[in-house]
């Protein structure tokens, strides 16, 4: 139901952003997270973005990311710029229903930040 796109090669200090298109009802209610993953960590949260459209960005990219929401397209967006190699990582995208409980998550993206 979740399908990430928007990832891709791109320079240090340069820019992508990413999309996530949600394919179901009521998007409106569901509070959406970006997460990243390297090859054996965690995987962590990005940025997160609220029915109400309150945000919240992990300190390591507050101030480069941002975060918003098209509830028209059922859709979530991720500008990155000012991208670093510490931003290597598969993205994937995240949907809680607020009223269910339930989550879903996207394939992943890749992301590569290199010269």
């Known amino acids: 139901q979740l399908v990430e796109s928007g990832g891709g090669l791109v320079q240090p200090g340069g820019s992508l952003r990413l999309s996530c298109a949600f394919s179901g009802d009521s998007f409106a209610f569901y509070l959406v997270g970006w997460y990243r993953q390297t090859p054996g960590t965690q995987r962590e949260l990005v940025a997160k973005i609220s029915p109400g459209a309150s945000t919240n960005y992990a300190d390591s990219v507050k101030g480069r990311f941002t975060i918003t929401r098209d509830n028209s397209k059922s859709t979530v967006y991720l500008r990155m710029n000012n991208l670093g190699p510490e931003d290597t990582a598969v993205y994937y995208c995240?949907?809680?229903?607020?009223?269910?409980?339930?989550?879903?998550w996207g394939q992943g993206t890749q992301v590569t930040v290199s010269s």
């Open positions: 995240n949907a809680y229903d607020m009223r269910s409980l339930q989550d879903y």
